[in-house]
């Protein structure tokens, strides 16, 4: 129980962003979500966390450890469910938000299989690049796609996320392909609007140091399908995920460029307002979405398919 009440705590404190927070959520005194910190920390043997007065931050070996202890807690919330609910079946309505574009390729498709394992159950999907106010909007369960910010609600991670810049092969012989990414100030670059997202900038890893680059282009649209339209049309060089563009880089239709200072993969993330207590339909739909995107064998399908990632 001991060692269960140190994980809990410390996925509370790396979620919530202090002791404080977290000792709140349980209502307990923050002294006492510091001993279990300290205690699991000693038995560990790492430092998961750097705190000062200021702020907490996770170390490297702190933000592998969340994601198993994240992994965990839901797996143990599931087994809970399965028996403390018996033969219930899982019912009523399931309210769910992706963005656009993922949404459409990897969140729509799984609709029907999720609804004909579970009759009961019925679902609205909202697919918008906006990052919808699940608490304040009464929805149950976001995917959500790169960075989180910080945030009180609890995220699961269920797939690595990679960005890559492409372009046509018609594009880069009209135009040159860029050797570094200090050269995409000589192209012409599709980036997505600064009121949708990419707000820091296309990442890259340049003499060992993770740098965001806002490079210029004629061209910028809010719906990253604009974007991947517009690059396929060879209108410029776009940064887009591979799940939307693996596909067409392994057929030719589009290149990937600057592959050797590619950043570290992100996250694809099912965000919730709360750990407990959560209804049986949620429950299954984010173990659902765990065990398809956690099976490499669907990213290659997937990426195979025609129109697919």
């Known amino acids: 129980m001991d060692r269960l009440k140190q994980i809990e705590s410390f996925v509370a404190v790396a979620t919530k962003g202090s002791l404080t927070a ?9 002294a006492v979500i510091g001993r279990r910190i300290d205690a699991l920390e000693a038995r560990l043997g790492v430092k998961l966390l750097l705190r000062t007065t200021r702020r907490i ?24 469910a399965s028996v403390s609910e018996g033969g219930v079946k899982a019912s009523g309505h399931l309210r769910i938000t992706a963005p656009a574009g993922f949404g459409r390729r990897h969140v729509a498709p799984l609709v029907p299989r999720f609804l004909s394992l579970h009759p009961d159950v019925s679902l609205s999907l909202n697919l918008s690049d906006r990052v919808v106010d699940i608490v ?7 995917v959500r796609v790169g960075d ?3 945030s009180s609600l609890v995220s699961l991670r269920l797939a690595d996320n990679r960005r890559m810049c492409v372009a046509t092969p018609a594009y880069l012989k009209r135009r040159g392909r860029p050797q570094h ?11 997505l609007s600064s009121d949708a997202s990419q707000t820091r ?38 940064w887009r995920s591979t799940w939307e563009v693996e596909g067409e880089v392994a057929a030719g ?12 993969p992100n996250g694809i993330f099912a965000v ?27 990213w290659s399908r997937s990426s195979s398919e025609p129109g697919g990632a």
């Open 181 to 191: 990414p200090g050269e995409l100030n000589q192209h012409e670059c599709l980036t």
């Open 272 to 298: 919730f307002p709360q750990r407990k207590h959560l209804p049986l339909r949620v429950r299954l739909w984010i173990d659902f979405l765990k065990h398809t995107y956690g099976d490499e064998r669907y």
């Open 148 to 150: 989180l910010p910080d």
């Open 201 to 238: 900038g296309w990442a890259f890893m340049i003499d060992g140091e993770l740098t965001h680059l806002r490079p210029p282009g004629r061209l910028d649209c809010s719906d990253g399908q604009v974007l991947h339209d517009w690059c396929l049309a060879g209108m410029g060089i776009a």
């Open 22 to 30: 977290a000792a709140h959520a349980e209502g307990v005194a923050p």
């Open 57 to 80: 931050t996770l170390t490297h070996e702190g933000s592998a450890f969340l994601e198993d202890c994240s992994r965990l807690l839901v797996d143990l919330a599931n087994a809970e």
């Open 253 to 264: 239709r589009l290149v990937s460029l600057l592959d050797e200072f590619a950043a570290p």
């Open 136 to 142: 304040n909007e009464g929805v149950d369960c976001a």
